[in-house]
């Protein structure tokens, strides 16, 4: 380390420091986690990066906070520059002293430190947020079978259940086991490596390694670990490119009995413009589903959120949020979270009264009353449309006055809503996703066939947009 008399490093160390504290983990851990210090001189500090990705996004999105805190900490003016160091450049650099305080501390102690230090960086490099555990997460009937495999994948990966796909909405807790699977991993069995990413991250990286031509660097990243994770596969629909590497990429794992594990907003048969070689690999494996929570677990989770978070609440007030916030998991906590903050800023108990008017103006509880209405509104204006009723529409009966309308029905629910093939099976009277996306199938098919259905079709249509605008 060429610092001389200049060393900003203990500057550093605090700067990075106060970041973590003000950033979301997973954001720190992705970003930060891939910094190091290299040097310094008077009035500046360099700053290493694995990528010119990793330093360009750092620049856009942090240089202002980091020179920021570096200068009120020093009380100095500094320059903070980047560059792109080797892998061994970035393992070498260290805080100035290191051989002196080596030389103080006992050798058992050092071997401690030593092992800690390649603990925090396996934990690095496996971008694994450390706060998702498997023990954490709440398990009901709408749960239970991907909390089983996961922790089965966890127990003994590769030897099972290889690849697995996790596919649900919104907030339900797929990035919570994909991480439970890596960390239980990580824990128990360090010598393996193991990588998360989202699809994104990992379209990015791909994208970065073709412009800086490290192709071959970002090959082996992906393919010489033992257990691969990427979230949110959804993203990869229309691109041809990042899906045409994740194949190989994927073929690579599984010759080498490789874990991978994926996560999905929905199940892979409804992504569009996914390859089908790409779309045969995800299903060759076990693909489990996470349901909403019914009220049992939403009453289970809050109760369990209320103690990570030592606070208490009034069973009226906890019925009342599990009652109406019937969405995810994220809109009970983020429910709770709101009553919990108020209770502890004005430092008074919260009462029934105070917590409706509080939460009457989530979006969890505007969003879920708004979606119910969206689907109750197509099965009604179709209804009316062909003079049958709702709860025909809903129910058993397969005659042909009864089944088209149905179908078109399911038709437009997928079209104009947000809502997965699941979600609008469950309104239909609980029929299976199958069933949806046959009824979609048939629909768009007898309109590139009957000029007659189509215009009933898209007159329907407008009806329902002109009722949602």
Known sequence: MSDGQHSYYEFWKETVSRIRQTLPEQEYHTWFNRLSYLRSEKGKVVVGGASQFILDTVITRYRELLVNTLSELTGEELVVQFEVASRDELEQQSGPGKEAKEASVPKSEA???????????IRAESNLNSSYEFSSFVIGDNSAFAYNASLAIAKNPGSSYNPCLIYGGVGLGKTHLLSSIGNHILEN????????????MFTNEFIESIGSQRTQHFKNKFRKVDVLLIDDIHFLQGKDSTQEELFHTFNNLYDAKKQMVFTCDRPISELKNITDRLSSRFERGLNVDLQPPNYETRMAILKKKLSQKSASMSEEILNYIATNVVTNVRDLESSLTKLVAYSELLDQEVSFEKAKELLGVLPALAANASQTLSIDTIIKVVGQYFNISSFEIKGKKKNKSIVQPRQIAMYLARDITDFSTTEIGTEFGGRDHTTVMHSYDRVESMMKADEAFTNTVLKLKRDLTTIKS
Do not use: D, F, G, H
Request: hydrophobic fraction near 40%.
């Open 111 to 121: 071997k401690q430190a030593i092992s800690a230090q390649k603990s925090a960086k």
């Open 189 to 200: 069995t360090p010598e393996l490596k193991v990588m998360y990413v989202t699809a994104e």
